[in-house]
């Protein structure tokens, strides 16, 4: 391969989930639901069992490739929840999808170890998507390494409940990095070969932070790890484009558009169908520009 080449076509692409190799390289659309009350967008709550299987229909007919499980709100200023409560909430949603779709790859979104080992031993969820980095928890690296599983590893400062006051940064982009290498490396260093990588966009930043991390994905190729983006109706689109979460869609859609050009390999999005269009349209772009 010569040296003029992208970075991110030495990019380990793979993660093993249960046994079976997911390739990135192509890139992946991971579909949100929402077992909470509370989540900044409506459109992904989803507390009734019907729904919860209509939504999982709908993400497999659009052509989702996952699921990503969450019943804590992580929106600034969400209530705390107790660990107990999160289980709750989760486990008969996770019971009922697992059930139902017994071959669908489910990621859970919790920042919790002992919930997080506690799905993973019930064979309900096969990735692990921390939104405080292990942060929060100081076992969920250990955790991660003794479960085995893929964990994605999200930057953030603080928690949900004060992680949007005044966030401070010299250079985001500089800083965001260092923070992930640091992680990556202590992962690395407990056996942990399954990372994923998210710049955490909307967590303790602001929209010029939001936007300049954003300019610069590319970089984070430098970690050779599959990079997914979650940016699907944040503020950082509806404040700037002076609406609201619900008629963000066209500007997730072309944030997920220009991410993917940027190399991106997940996008986890509240709106699969057009996620999907987004993803066969970079990968025709690129497909023929090599001709």
């Known amino acids: ?10 990019r380990r692409s793979t993660i093993n989930c249960r046994g079976h190799l997911i390739d990135t390289s192509i890139p ?5 639901i929402n077992i909470t009350p509370d989540s900044f967008y409506s459109g992904s709550r989803f507390r009734v069992d019907r729904d ?10 659009e052509g989702g490739d996952m699921v990503d499980v969450g019943a804590y709100s992580t ?16 486990l008969p949603a996770l019971t009922l999808i697992r059930k139902k779709y017994p071959d669908l790859i489910v990621s859970v979104d919790t920042f919790r170890s002992n919930n997080a080992r506690s799905l993973v031993k019930e064979g309900l969820t096969d990735i692990i998507n921390d939104v405080s980095g292990g942060d929060i928890d100081s076992a969920m690296f250990e955790t991660i390494a003794e479960l085995n599983v893929p964990y994605i590893i999200m930057h953030n400062k603080g928690i949900p409940q004060n992680m949007q006051q005044r966030p401070e940064y010299r250079d985001v982009v500089a800083e965001v990095s260092l923070w992930m290498a640091r992680k990556v490396d202590i992962l690395r260093g407990l056996g942990v070969n399954d990372i994923i990588i998210d710049p955490g966009f909307g967590f303790s930043k602001t929209l010029e932070h939001n936007f300049t991390l954003f300019s610069h994905i590319e970089e984070f190729d430098l970690f050779q790890l599959p990079i997914l983006i979650g940016i699907s109706r944040k503020s950082m689109i509806y404040k700037l484009l002076e609406t609201d979460a619900e008629g963000a869609l066209n500007g997730s859609s ?7 050009m940027k190399g991106a390999n997940i996008l986890r999005v509240h709106d699969v169908k057009e996620a999907v269009e987004c993803v066969k349209l970079v990968s025709k772009i690129k497909s023929a520009s090599k001709y």
């Open 1 to 10: 391969m010569s040296a003029e080449q992208p970075l991110f076509l030495n």
């Open 28 to 32: 992946k659309v991971m579909g949100i």
């Open 52 to 61: 919860i299987i209509k939504r999982v229909e709908d993400i497999i007919e």
């Open 75 to 90: 929106r600034p200023g969400a209530d705390e929840l107790p660990e107990q409560e999160e289980l709750d909430r989760i």
């Open 254 to 260: 072309v944030l997920n558009t220009v991410a993917l």
